[in-house]
């Protein structure tokens, strides 16, 4: 990773790292309040040898003095001083938890001793300090006399008496925040960094071609309205959305130019992917172009397609397959009447070995000659077998990807499954691509405009499906979209387009 992934990933995990610094720094502020508030007294002493009438031996007494002070500091919490401070104040407290609040330090190359108590209050902690400095002289003076009638050779004076602490040296609430605020950053952007590397789903800026050895053919950027209005409808054709189905029919036009496929199933790796709402406005481009095309919903374990649509489903594919009725009875038009669609019919308990059947690929070999092109809406390819067994009969078949979402190694056992049979796959559609972020998917964000108006949005039933009577339905063929539309002219029919 570069500088410029890093940011990425900074950009696009910030809810991370946000909450990791804040849970840090709350948890900062928490140990802060409930931490007991310390206090420090300081008292100082001063460590002279008594024998100094000469310079010389004024000399060798502070060389002595040096040597004592570094012994002295260790013993200042010695059990004899604890316990005459504790007899001095009438603590309630032992010799060795007394111990625990002293400590005592000796700077370099001096004579001074610094006695620092810490308690709980600031009173008490001054008094502790000035008797630990008043008991501390007088025990030295006991120990140094090895003469009783003779003065000792070290003196210990108290310099600088302990004054009254005005601020608690614990907690440091500043430094407590401060440390929260650098640890929360720390463990976001690591926690970002170590997410980013362990997420295998695929991105918008992937290399498809180097990663599956397949083009994307399509980038659909994310519509949150498209759960309640998944259909494209005439009036919306020239959206930021329409526009990508238009580019993606485009692409599907040169896919191959000598021989373009006649029927395309469309499928993805696992559910909600889109695969379905990527079939119905894939079909109503291709007829605004002026194609004939014929829909089928090959979904036969969970069928939408004429429940988006607007559409009767209790006869349609299922009912062609077992011969109740001819496929002529049961299409339906929608639009303009260039576009047609071949509900499921009654759900089989079947619809693997049905699909793959004979009377299947008889079906589809008619349906392909009734119409320019027959878009087929197959179920998910890990789950089931059913997408691999049509795309095996189709001329080609289109995987749709929830970029973001879909799992690289679930790219690449359905791509396994549908080679597994011999299937065409002619590309990848990213599907829900976001349009905000680092990872968004960048158009221009054209705004098309019909008679001098804005864009608006087309009635749609309750449900935000779209009506097969809807007035305002795709019209292929119309001025506005010769206009609009970059896309090339049709191929002939002869070639399965017009």
């Not at 990527?278 to 939408?304: I, K, W």
């Not at 499954?417 to 905000?436: C, Q, S, W, Y």
Request: aromatic share 4%; proline share 7%.
């Amino acid at each position: 990773m570069d500088l410029r992934d890093y940011v990425r990933v900074l950009r696009k995990r910030w809810r991370l790292i946000a909450a990791c610094t804040l849970v840090a720094m709350v948890s900062a502020a928490l140990v802060t309040i409930l931490t007991p508030r310390t206090y420090a007294a300081e008292v100082q002493l001063f460590v002279a040898a008594q024998d100094q009438n000469s310079v010389s031996t004024a000399y060798q007494g502070g060389l002595f003095s040096q040597q004592r002070v570094k012994s002295y500091a260790d013993i200042v919490n010695s059990p004899p001083v604890m316990s005459a401070v504790i007899a001095q104040l009438g603590l309630p407290a032992t010799e060795q938890q007394l111990a625990g609040q002293v400590s005592a330090s000796a700077p370099l190359d001096t004579v001074l001793i610094n006695i620092t108590i810490k308690d709980g209050s600031p009173q008490r902690a001054q008094s502790i300090a000035n008797a630990t400095g008043t008991q501390f002289a007088q025990f030295v003076t006991g120990i140094e006399r090895t003469n009783p009638a003779a003065p000792p050779p070290v003196k210990v004076t108290v310099v600088k008496p302990a004054s009254l602490p005005k601020a608690p040296v614990s907690p440091r609430r500043s430094l407590n925040l401060a440390l929260g605020l650098l640890v929360g950053l720390a463990i976001g952007v690591g926690g970002a960094v170590l997410r980013e590397t362990l997420d295998t789903s695929v991105k918008p800026g992937d290399d498809l071609m180097h990663d599956f050895g397949l083009p994307a053919v399509g980038v659909i950027g994310f519509d949150p309205e498209a759960r309640n209005q998944p259909l494209i409808l005439h009036d919306q054709a020239h959206s930021s959305r329409g526009e990508a189905f238009r580019q993606l029919r485009t692409n599907l036009q040169f896919i191959d130019v000598d021989t373009p496929p006649r029927s395309i199933v469309v499928t993805s790796s696992v559910p909600e992917e889109g695969k379905t709402t990527t079939t119905m406005n894939l079909a109503v481009t291709m007829a605004e172009a002026g194609l004939r095309v014929l829909v089928v919903d090959g979904d036969l374990r969970r069928p939408q397609l004429a429940n988006f649509f607007g559409l009767e489903s209790a006869v349609g594919l299922t009912s062609v397959l077992i011969g109740q009725v001819q496929v002529d009875d049961v299409l339906q038009e929608w639009g303009s009447g260039l576009l047609r669609v071949l509900p499921s019919g009654p759900v089989p308990p079947n619809p693997s070995e049905l699909l793959g059947s004979r009377g299947m690929h008889a079906l589809l070999r008619q349906l392909e000659d009734m119409a320019d092109l027959v878009i087929i809406d197959a179920p998910p390819v890990l789950p089931v077998t059913d997408a691999a067994v049509l795309s095996a009969a189709a001329s080609g078949a289109l995987l749709v990807v929830h970029a973001g979402r879909t799992r690289r190694e679930q790219v690449r056992r359905s791509l396994a499954n549908l080679e597994a049979v011999d299937a065409r796959v002619l590309g990848i559609v990213l599907n829900k691509v976001p349009t905000r972020g680092p990872d968004a998917y960048y158009d221009y964000g054209y705004s098309y405009k019909y008679d001098g108006t804005d864009d608006k949005r087309s009635a749609v039933n309750g449900r935000g499906r779209a009506s097969a009577k809807d007035p305002v339905s795709v019209r292929a063929g119309t001025p506005s979209d010769a206009a609009a539309s970059p896309t090339v002219p049709a191929p002939t029919s002869a070639a399965g387009s017009s």
